[in-house]
């Protein structure tokens, strides 16, 4: 992917957000120290199975605490000359207050197999535990963070074939993480527009010259 396409795609996640409301379990405990603890171990794929072995386990899940307004599953498509067009079939949520919590987005280039998983999530969370994620009361997968920025985190990986043939067959994306207290918190995502946005038309497609020297 060219850094102008990966430009576009993170640009593009500034459109205007929709409604659409869902109870979020995730905290916004500010910690830069687990931001730091990103590395590139990310680079592979989530895993269906065991967890990654981290050195404290959950100490149990943590209650409700703040709401989340998701917008619709939209579709971009990014053209660039000399290569396949990449598409993010994507979901944004922010809390009532504006702060945008969670992206999901399902990234694929035209005429290549397999496809990337990639999740926005807030900073103050423990990298070491990754995030747990699942479809509907399925088998869960795991995705490792790969970076943080000053006000978000980054978890990234191949995503698993069976995964994306769940998500298109489900009704909710589970996305589970372990906070800086070592409380699992988590989000449900509806999934019922999904298979059609991702095999349908693109929402937008967005397109970038570059100049030839």
């Not at 922010?94 to 035209?110: M, N, W």
């Amino acid at each position: 992917m060219t850094n102008q396409t990966w430009a576009l795609i993170q640009s593009s996640s500034k459109l205007v957000l929709k409604s659409g409301s869902i109870l979020l379990l995730l905290s916004l405990t500010a910690g830069t120290a687990w931001a730091q603890q990103a590395t590139s171990a990310g680079q592979t794929a989530p895993a269906q199975g065991e967890p990654p072995k981290v050195e404290s386990p959950s100490r149990g899940p943590r209650p409700i605490i703040r709401e989340i307004k998701y917008d619709d599953w939209h579709k971009f498509c990014f053209k660039t000359p000399g290569t396949g067009q990449v598409c993010r079939t994507t979901i944004s949520g922010t809390f009532e207050t504006g702060q945008s919590a969670v992206r999901a987005d399902l990234i694929e280039r035209e005429g290549q197999g397999g496809a990337r998983l990639q999740l926005f999530l807030p900073v103050g969370l423990y990298l070491q535990a990754g995030v747990k994620v699942s479809v509907d009361q399925g088998a869960p997968y795991w995705v490792p963070y790969v970076r943080c920025l000053d006000n978000r985190c980054i978890a990234a990986g191949q995503a698993d074939p069976k995964l994306i043939q769940e998500m298109e067959a489900g009704q909710k994306l589970q996305l589970e993480v372990v906070d800086s207290s070592v409380l699992t918190v988590g989000t449900s995502i509806g999934l019922r527009q999904f298979a059609a946005v991702r095999k349908g038309a693109p929402t937008r497609v967005f397109e970038q010259d570059i100049d030839e020297p």
